[in-house]
C-alpha cells in the first residue's frame, strides 16, 4: 500500500534569522515561593525568570555526585518493532513519543531487558486525511543484537495494541503533531501516562498537557493543561521523569519534566527543560485549563524575541532538533541530563532548500525576503553569491522539502550537569547559561537508510534530517532507548545502550 508521510509539504518555518551566540548579558531574578505558588499571566516574548528551589545551596555545592561521562556508554544493539502497515494502526511514520513502563511485561524480565515500552504510531495527517494517527500501543524488550542487518535482530511483540486514546482531544493539533509521553506510578496517583501535545506551527490559545491511563482498553485522558504561562513552543516535544530525591530539593515536588526544541529557535535555541505538577494532594487532577506552576531549569532566549543568536547553547544552528530527553542516574551515583537529536554541524545554514550540485553548496528560498535566509556557522551572513536560491526552471527545480538545511548534520547525544539546573532552581544561574560538558556522535551505531520515496523530505548523506526519533530509559537497569527514524522502512527501530 502507499503510505502518506506524516510532514506537511512545503510548510513555511516562519521563524527570524538571527547571529551568532552570544551568552553575554544578564536577566533578572526574582525570590518567588516555589511552593506550588499561584501562576499569573507574563509576556510570552519575554525569557522567564528562574526560581529558587526549596534547599539553599552554596555556591559550588556538588548535588548529584560525578558525571556520567562518554565512555560510561555501551551499545548493546537494536531490535525491530512489531505489526503491518495499515494505517493508522502502524509503527511506519511513527515514533513520535515512547517511554518505558518498568511495570510492563513481567514474565520477559528474564532475558534481562525487563519492563514495556509505550510507543506512538502514525503521527496524525491534517485535513481529515488521518484524523485518528498517533495512537499508542505497548509493546514487550527484545534482546538487541548489535549489527545492520534487519534480517537477524528480534523484533518486539505487542502487549497493548494500538489505541487511540486521544480519540476527541487535541483535535485541532494535527498538522505534524509534536507528542511526549512519560510513565509514572505515583503513590498519590497510581500508574499514569503523562502527555504533552503541540504541532509544528503551534496555536497559543490550546492546552498542551494532559494523563492517561496505561490500560489503553480504557485510558480516561484527563487534564489539558498548560505549563505556567510559557510560549507552547518551548513545552510539548518530550517529557521525562525528574528523580524524585532531587526534585524534592529543587523544584518543590515537580518531578516531571517537559520541554520541545523545534528548528527555527521559536521555543528556545536550545533544549528545554521546565519541572511541572499536575496533582494535587489527594492525587486528582488540576482543574482543566489551569496554568500550572513549572521550574524553569533550562530555557535559551527564543530567536521570535531577538533578531542575535544570543543566550543560546553553545555551536546553536537553527536546523538543529533535540526529539528526546531522560535524566540519567546509576547505581554507583553518577548522573547526566541527557538530549538525544539531530545536529546541525555544516559551516553554512540556511532555509531553503537542498542544493542539487552537492552538500556544499547552500540554497536559500528566493522568495523570502524579510530576514537573512543564509548564515555561517559563526552566525555571520552568507557572502551574496549564496542568497539567490538555486530553484529555477532553468536548474530543474527544487529536489527537497523546504525547511532548514546545513551543509551536515550529525546524531548526537549531549549531556548536561544536574549541578548546573540545580543552580538555576535556586537562582544562581540563569535559565541560558548551563551548557552541555560532553557530547557523542552515534551515527556510527545508526542503519542511516531511509526509504528512497522520502529521501525529498529528509534528506540523504551528510545532508540526512529527522535521524532520531524520542528516548525512554530503565533507571534501574540502566538501559537507554532511542528510536531511530526511517531505519525499518518507514518505521522506527529501537537502538539500546548500557549505561553505568
Given at each position: ?6 510532514w506537511?509539504?512545503?510548510?513555511v ?13 544578564a536577566?533578572?531574578t ?32 556538588a ?71 498517533d ?9 538487541p ?12 511483540e ?41 504541532e ?67 521555543g ?78 555544516g ?37 551574496a ?6 530553484c ?15 551543509n ?12 548546573d ?52 530509559f ?7 532507548y532511542v ?18
Open positions: 500500500m502507499e503510505m502518506k508521510i506524516r506537511a509539504a512545503g510548510l518555518c516562519g521563524t527570524l534569522m538571527v547571529f551568532g551566540c552570544n551568552l553575554a548579558g536577566i533578572q526574582d525570590s518567588a515561593s516555589p511552593d506550588l505558588p499561584q501562576s499569573t499571566p507574563e509576556s510570552q516574548d519575554a525569557v522567564p525568570e528562574s526560581r529558587p528551589a526549596p534547599a539553599e545551596m552554596e555556591a559550588g555545592q548535588i548529584s555526585g560525578a558525571r556520567l561521562q562518554p565512555e560510561d556508554f555501551t551499545y548493546l544493539g537494536a531490535f525491530r518493532l512489531p505489526g503491518g502497515d495499515d494505517l493508522p494502526r502502524t509503527f511506519a511514520y511513527g515514533g513520535n513519543a515512547m517511554t518505558f513502563n518498568p511495570d510492563g511485561d513481567p514474565a520477559g524480565a528474564a532475558d534481562g531487558f525487563p519492563g514495556s515500552l509505550f510507543v506512538t504510531g502514525h503521527d496524525r495527517i491534517p485535513y481529515g486525511d488521518l484524523p485518528d494517527g495512537q499508542v500501543a505497548e509493546v514487550s524488550i527484545p534482546v543484537l548489535a549489527g545492520k542487518n534487519l534480517e537477524t535482530m528480534n523484533t518486539a505487542f502487549l497493548q495494541d494500538f489505541k487511540n486514546i486521544a480519540a476527541n482531544v487535541f483535535t485541532e493539533l494535527d498538522e505534524i503533531p509534536k507528542v511526549g509521553m512519560v510513565y509514572l506510578n505515583r503513590e498519590e496517583t497510581g500508574p499514569l501516562i503523562h502527555l504533552a501535545w503541540g509544528h506551527l503551534q496555536p497559543q490559545d490550546q492546552a498542551s498537557h494532559a494523563w492517561f491511563s496505561p490500560d489503553l482498553s480504557n485510558p480516561r485522558v484527563q487534564g489539558f493543561w498548560f505549563i505556567g504561562w510559557q510560549d507552547l513552543y518551548s513545552v510539548n516535544g518530550y517529557m521525562f521523569e525528574i528523580p524524585d530525591e532531587w526534585a524534592r530539593a529543587h523544584t518543590g515536588g515537580r518531578v516531571l519534566a517537559t520541554g520541545r526544541m523545534r528548528d527555527g529557535g521559536q528556545g535555541m536550545g533544549p528545554v527543560i521546565l519541572a511541572y505538577r499536575p496533582w494535587l494532594e489527594d492525587g486528582s487532577p488540576m482543574p482543566t485549563g489551569t496554568h500550572l506552576d513549572e521550574v524553569p531549569l533550562l530555557l535559551y532566549e527564543k530567536s521570535s524575541n531577538t533578531e542575535e543568536i544570543t543566550r543560546c547553547m553553545q555551536g546553536y544552528q537553527h536546523p538543529d532538533e533535540w526529539e528526546g530527553g531522560a535524566w540519567l542516574t546509576t547505581e554507583g551515583g553518577k548522573s547526566a541530563v541527557l538530549f538525544a537529536g539531530t545536529k546541525a554541524t559551516n553554512k545554514y540556511w532555509y531553503g532548500y537542498v542544493n542539487p550540485t552537492g552538500a556544499d553548496q547552500v540554497c536559500v528560498d528566493a522568495h523570502v525576503t524579510d530576514y537573512p535566509t543564509c548564515r555561517l556557522a559563526d552566525g555571520s551572513i552568507c557572502p553569491s549564496d542568497r539567490g536560491g538555486c529555477s526552471e532553468d536548474s530543474g527545480g527544487c529536489i527537497s522539502m523546504r525547511g532548514w538545511w546545513s551536515r548534520f550529525d546524531t548526537q547525544f549531549i549531556l548536561y550537569d544536574p549541578d539546573l540545580a543552580r538555576v532552581a535556586a537562582g544562581e544561574m540563569e535559565t541560558w547559561q548551563p551548557q552541555p560538558y560532553a557530547s557523542m556522535d552515534i551515527d556510527e551505531h545508526l542503519l542511516l537508510s531511509p526509504p528512497e520515496w522520502e529521501i525529498q523530505m529528509v534528506g540523504s548523506g551528510d545532508q540526512r534530517r529527522y535521524r532520531i526519533g524520542d528516548v525512554a530503565d533507571r534501574v537497569s540502566g538501559l537507554l528510536l531511530e527514524q526511517y531505519a525499518d522502512g518507514a518505521k522506527p527501530l529501537v537502538h539500546v545502550w548500557q549505561i553505568k
